[in-house]
């Protein structure tokens, strides 16, 4: 397994491998930059199929929490956890506590929360051992709980932004939605749609979820080899990243693209391809950072929950100052997202 020649790795400060026989913990947590400030992103548990797998996924999620706490405008770096699902993982509250130790050993470099697998209750566990974690139980008006339904929100924004930009549409009532993954996230963004008078059509690899939203919000379901490719006006893509590819855009009938997954572009060449093919891109670190900004407001203590809101509606106008960029130049939004990333993590360095 190869650190610095791994095509993810882009001088990231530090990686920590955490193994741990008794509890069958193995995780790897992935530090890319402190500029400004501890590297912050949440812990992803997944049963990769290699170690290399998952070492290239933190090094990838983690640049990407470097870009999108620096676009957020948050005091925060950018950092990423993975805990593997190998044979021996049991899930069970020892081995959380034993990757808060390891967390804590970073004394305070890195801060956790949720991603992908992950749960407010598992993040208590993992509190029990280090301080340096947030998404933790919400207290009445404050920030923190559960981050998806306040990034499901700032996805929720950025559509509204999108559908202006290409659609000339003040409203999103009578738009179809296709959402991929209906998890967290999906789940959350898929009520706000409703509310708002969006039809959905989704798609889950666990019927059950995909049952769930059928049934409470009369959502359609298609199968997921078609979910992309999908009749609709907006493509959300709220499952893993990798979904944009040369092979897949091609079939994409959606003219917009806002959606929670990270790490949504295969590689940012795939951007140029969405610009090409005239679908509206928007940058996934800048439309899914409602998550981190609610750890931040929780972490940092002084924004409550109302104030939580007024920053994730900012969502829509940072989105609507980089497509008016693209329109303008028109470059790709995800050179343009990055390039302005970049110019922030360096003015803070
Ligand atoms: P989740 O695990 O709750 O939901 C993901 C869902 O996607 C699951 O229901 C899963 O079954 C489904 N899925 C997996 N592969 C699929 C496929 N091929 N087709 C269709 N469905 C598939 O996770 P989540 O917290 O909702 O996060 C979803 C995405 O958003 C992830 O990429 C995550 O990194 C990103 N994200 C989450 C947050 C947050 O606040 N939770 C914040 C920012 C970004």
Redesign the pocket.
Same mark, same amino acid.
Request: hydrophobic share 25%; glycine share 26%; net charge negative.
């Given at each position: 397994m190869s650190v610095f020649s791994n095509p993810a790795f882009d001088n990231h400060e530090r990686v920590l491998f955490c193994r741990d026989e008794p509890s069958g913990l193995c995780a790897i947590i992935a530090i890319h930059s402190t500029a400004l400030g501890p590297a912050a992103g949440?812990t992803?548990l997944w049963a990769y199929a290699s170690d290399d797998d998952a070492l290239y996924d933190v090094l990838r999620l983690s640049q990407g929490m470097s870009y999108k706490n620096a676009m957020a405008g948050l005091k925060f770096g950018g950092g990423k956890a993975v805990i593997m699902k190998t044979p021996d993982f049991d899930g069970s509250d020892a081995l959380f506590e034993r990757f808060g130790e390891f967390v804590d050993t970073l004394g305070g470099d890195y801060i956790t929360a949720?991603? *992908? =697998?992950m749960s407010v209750e598992i993040m208590a566990t993992i509190a029990r051992r280090t301080r340096y974690v947030s998404g933790l139980p919400l207290q009445s008006g404050k920030a923190g709980g559960d981050?998806?339904p306040?990034?499901a929100y700032g996805i929720y924004c950025g559509i509204e932004a999108a559908a202006k930009a290409r659609l000339g549409r003040d409203s999103l009532e009578g738009l179809r939605v296709a959402v991929?993954?209906?998890?967290? *996230? =999906?789940y959350y963004l898929c009520k706000l749609l409703h509310e708002a008078g969006a039809s959905l059509v989704v798609?889950?690899?666990?019927e059950t979820?995909v049952d769930r939203v059928c049934g409470e919000l009369g959502a359609d379901r298609v199968g997921?080899a078609q979910?992309l490719a999908a009749d609709a006006d907006v493509l959300a893509p709220?499952?893993?990243?990798a979904v944009l590819h040369e092979e897949s855009i091609p079939g994409i009938k959606a003219r917009i693209i806002a959606g929670?997954?990270?790490n949504q572009l295969r590689s940012p060449e795939d951007g140029q391809r969405l610009a090409d093919a005239g679908i509206l891109y928007a940058p996934d670190y800048v439309i899914?950072a409602?998550?981190?900004i609610n750890v931040a407001c929780e972490y940092f203590g002084d924004v409550d929950d109302e104030g939580v809101t007024d920053l994730l509606a900012q969502i829509g106008p940072r989105l609507a100052d980089i497509f008016e960029e693209a329109q303008r130049t028109g470059e790709p939004t995800n050179v343009i997202a990055d390039r302005r990333a970049r110019k922030i993590i360096a003015a803070g360095a």
């Open positions: 949440g992803r949720e991603d *992908v =697998g981050p998806s306040k990034t991929q993954g209906v998890g967290h *996230v =999906g798609s889950d690899i666990d979820r997921s979910i709220c499952a893993l990243g929670g997954a990270n899914n409602g998550g981190i």
